[in-house]
Structures are given as structure tokens and as C-alpha cells.
């Protein structure tokens, strides 16, 4: 017993991560509908398992904490006496996922450490959401407003299941300190309403230790 022990603990490593993301909603969603999409930096926690599956394969699957929407600016004209007066609008999208990765990695052993790169499927579930707006007209006249995002199957909710690919690669040096990067590739349309097709697109990078 003690013997399985000590092999499982060699094959087995745990480690936890954090990072931000760069995500957008494409093509586009409801709540900000023929916006220009800027990019905006959202935030990311985790924790994985790193496996040993292969001589030079692991298998690591996490829990994230993952927080992706998009950043739209819009550009809109109101009336004031008689004569249109234009103003932009700022929408920062913020959904928060409860998402689980298991992804299959070759491992490259180098003098400084591990490169390695591969991918694998991933399920999220959403549980909150916000979008907070500000009208402006000038540098002078500015207008915020935060709305929550509620999620079900009416046409002005989204869907809170998200499931999809992830691309990772990146370096792991001999003390267990980890330096990442993912795409990620989601395949649900997450919009209700049948006007807007939305999905999860995201661009990572994130830094962790490998105990």
C-alpha cells in the first residue's frame, strides 16, 4: 500500500494559477448590438491537477473561476432642439463562469524546465452577470449605469451553460513556477434572442505553482 502510494504522488501533482482574460462575445450580442469591440482585461482563478498519463503526456484537469463578456463602444445621436446631438456609449460585459478544463498536454523536458502545449474540452456554468454603461457626450457630461445580467431562457436572459475547446501551451520551470497561455473556443450560443447569435471567445494568460 505504501508503495501505490508513493507511485500515485509521483504521477499526481496539484497546483493553482491565476491570470487574466481577454475575451470577447462574437459576433455580437443584444446588449450591445453594431458596437465597435475593444479589448478589456478580465479576471481568472484555479486551481488543476497535473496527471501523468504517458511517458511524456499529462492529463490536467482544473475548476476556474473565469470571468469573460467583452467591452463594446457604440456611437448614437439624441435630439435637442431640434438638431441631433451624437454621443458614445461604453458597455464593459462581465459574466462570471464556474468552468471545468481537462486538457491533454505533451511535456518537453529542457535545461530550465517543461515546455508544454495541447488542449482539450471544457464546461462552464454561468453564475453572474453585469453590464455597466456610460453615455457620453462630452468629457464633461458623462452618464454611468450598472445592470445586472440575468440568465434563463427568456429573450432578454442568457444562457448560463457554456461548453467548448481550449488551446494551452506554455513553460514550467524546476521550482513549479508556471507561465500559460490559452485560447478558448466556446460553441454555444449563448444569446436567447433569435435576432443575435453570442459566443465565448477568449484569449489567457496566467502564472501558477505546480507543488
Known amino acids: 500500500m505504501v508503495v501505490n502510494n508513493n507511485l500515485m504522488a ?28 475593444e479589448i478589456s482585461a478580465k479576471f481568472l482563478l484555479g486551481i488543476f491537477a497535473d496527471i501523468k498519463v504517458g511517458k511524456a503526456t499529462t492529463l490536467q484537469p482544473g475548476l476556474n473561476f473565469s470571468v469573460k463578456g467583452n467591452k463594446s463602444v457604440g ?32 511535456n518537453k523536458e529542457i535545461k530550465m524546465g517543461t515546455l508544454y502545449a495541447g488542449g482539450g474540452p471544457y464546461a462552464a456554468y454561468a453564475i453572474g452577470g453585469r453590464m455597466r454603461s456610460i453615455d457620453k457626450r462630452n468629457i464633461y457630461m458623462k452618464r454611468a449605469n450598472v ?41 454555444v450560443n449563448i444569446s436567447n434572442d433569435a435576432g443575435f447569435k453570442s459566443q465565448n471567445r477568449n484569449v489567457g494568460v496566467s502564472i501558477g505553482y505546480l507543488f
Open 10 to 37: 509521483q504521477k499526481a501533482q496539484f497546483g493553482v494559477k491565476t491570470g487574466l482574460n481577454f475575451p470577447s462575445l462574437q459576433p455580437r450580442t443584444g446588449f450591445s448590438p453594431g458596437s465597435q469591440y
Open 75 to 106: 456611437q448614437h445621436n439624441s435630439i435637442s432642439y431640434g438638431s441631433p446631438v451624437p454621443y458614445t456609449t461604453d458597455r464593459n460585459i462581465n459574466l462570471s463562469y464556474l468552468e471545468i478544463p481537462v486538457n491533454l498536454l505533451y
Open 147 to 187: 445592470e445586472s445580467i440575468d440568465f434563463g431562457n427568456q429573450a432578454n436572459q442568457l444562457k448560463a451553460g457554456d461548453f467548448g475547446l481550449n488551446l494551452v501551451a506554455g513553460f514550467r520551470l524546476k521550482n513549479g513556477m508556471d507561465f500559460g497561455a490559452n485560447f478558448g473556443y466556446g460553441f
